[in-house]
Nanobody
Framework: QLQLVESGGGLVQPGGSLRLSCVAS????????IAWFRQVPGKEREGLLC????????DYADSVKGRFIISRDNAKIAVYLEMHSMKPEDAGVYYC??????????????????WGQGTQVTVSS
């Protein structure tokens, strides 16, 4: 069974850092592009960063450029999202997703086939 599980969410103060993990079961995380998305109430899921099969990285959100980093640890079958200099507007539910239909990254949530359950991130003092 193909499954993604996110972890690492929680409460962080403005200016702080947090690292989210996305672990896969049923497939290797270097098989398909893996992306991180963020969703806030009333809005669609926003694509943040994606790492392709080859390891190339694409960023989709100007709001997180220079602050968020995506990486992959194939040995631990995990993809990470490091978040730094966090802001209150970074709060939301963070999801990782796998794009099985195509080897290239995409920024739209509609392009992804497998999703984790999400992990909540709150940024507040």
């Amino acid at each position: 069974q193909l499954q993604l599980v996110e972890s690492g969410g929680g409460l962080v103060q403005p200016g702080g850092s947090l690292r989210l993990s996305c672990v896969a079961s049923g497939f290797r995380l270097d098989y398909w592009p893996i992306a991180w998305f963020r969703q806030v109430p009333g809005k669609e899921r926003e694509g943040l960063l994606c790492i392709s099969r080859s390891g190339s990285i694409t960023d989709y959100a100007d709001s997180v450029k220079g602050r968020f980093i995506i990486s992959r640890d194939n040995a631990k079958i995990a993809v990470y999202l490091e978040m730094h200099s966090m802001k209150p507007e970074d709060a939301g539910v963070y999801y990782c997703a796998a794009r099985a239909r195509n080897i290239f990254c995409a920024g739209s949530a509609r392009e992804y086939d497998y999703w984790g359950q999400g992990t909540q991130v709150t940024v507040s003092s």
